[in-house]
């Protein structure tokens, strides 16, 4: 077992690669059980399940009532925030979001709104009015609830960032999560108090990807896998830091005790981990896991930041004034 305690706050357990379904077909079984024993093996403590439709919502929370480490999001995605519209009457929608939201605050399992925010690589799904729209509309969502907000940021930091701007009197903080940007990106983002910066695979793709990443103070950053997406590839920049390895096999060959390959998952946030502390020159990792956990306490497990933060206290890692 890892002696790391890791929070990887962005998996997509609705999604059909996790139920054996590639390009609409069956090559193995569903394995979520699975997927989750190597996630706790390698020192994942927590695991929050994207929702990024009213219904993929339904279905993280369902999700993540099946063991206590689980927990969710409540939102939608700005490539589905046509969803309103179609839906017949978009204020109705808004309102099954809100009701979602409230039932699985009560069973302690939704930590934030989201995933939502602005795409303007994907504006074939939707166009950029409509994402803005009910971008905005779903601050309304979390100033209801009074929880943070769980971003997508593509190609959009100008909009992305006014909206925010008119809007951050009514959230919690939040953080940008799968952040591909670039320095200019980043350091608007970073101009938000209560904002901060996820980083998965993708982010970690170029030299440059991985030149903005060392600009990203350690105390503002979060670590995620967006599996099945968004793995570290050996073609990556960021693959010299990796250490932690897994023997994957072919989705056709499927094993139960081994990854997909080509297949994220939860296991693979060490790998994040271990090219974060390498590219920003730090040799202790699990020192950095310490302050990646404390910031995601900070912003989506608020009633554990007394016992993260003595931890740290304890250990040196953060001072009494931080």
């Known amino acids: 077992m890892s002696s790391l305690r890791i929070i990887d706050i962005a998996v997509n357990l609705t999604d059909g690669m996790f139920k054996g379904i590639y390009n609409g077909r069956q090559c193995h079984v569903a394995d979520i059980p699975a997927v989750l024993s190597r996630a706790w093996t390698a020192g994942v403590d927590r695991i929050i399940v994207t929702g990024g439709s009213l219904d993929e919502s339904k279905e993280a929370l369902a999700i993540a009532e099946t063991d206590g480490r689980l927990f969710c999001t409540v939102g939608v995605h700005p490539t589905r925030c046509k969803e309103f519209e179609e839906s017949g009457d978009s204020e109705r929608h808004f309102q099954a979001l809100l009701s979602l939201a409230k039932e699985g605050i009560e069973k302690g399992k939704v930590v934030a709104v989201g995933e939502c925010g602005l795409d303007y690589d994907r504006l074939h799904f939707c166009p950029a009015e409509t994402q803005k729209k009910y971008f905005e509309k779903q601050f309304e969502l979390a100033e209801a609830v009074k929880l943070p907000m769980f971003l997508h940021m593509r190609a ?145 497990f608020p009633q554990d930041l007394d016992t993260a933060g003595d931890s740290l206290l304890e250990s040196g890692v953060i001072s009494e004034n931080n």
């Open 156 to 300: 959009a930091g100008e909009d992305f960032c006014e909206i925010v701007t008119r809007n951050k009197d009514r959230f919690t903080g939040g953080v940008a999560h799968s952040f591909t940007g670039s320095a200019e990106d980043r350091d608007r983002l970073l101009a938000f108090d209560s904002m901060f910066i996820g980083i998965n695979g993708c982010s970690l793709k170029t030299s440059e990807n991985l030149e903005v990443l060392r600009g990203i103070p350690t105390e503002r950053m979060m670590i995620e896998t967006d599996s099945p997406y968004c793995e570290i590839r050996n073609t990556h920049a960021g693959m010299k830091f990796v250490k932690s390895v897994w023997s994957a096999k072919k989705k056709e060959k499927y094993e139960s005790d081994s990854p997909v390959k080509g297949r994220n998952e939860p296991c693979y946030v060490k790998q994040v981990l271990e090219v974060v502390a390498g590219c920003k020159g730090i040799n202790d990792v699990e020192y950095l896991s310490k302050i990646l956990y404390h910031n995601t306490c900070r912003v989506f």
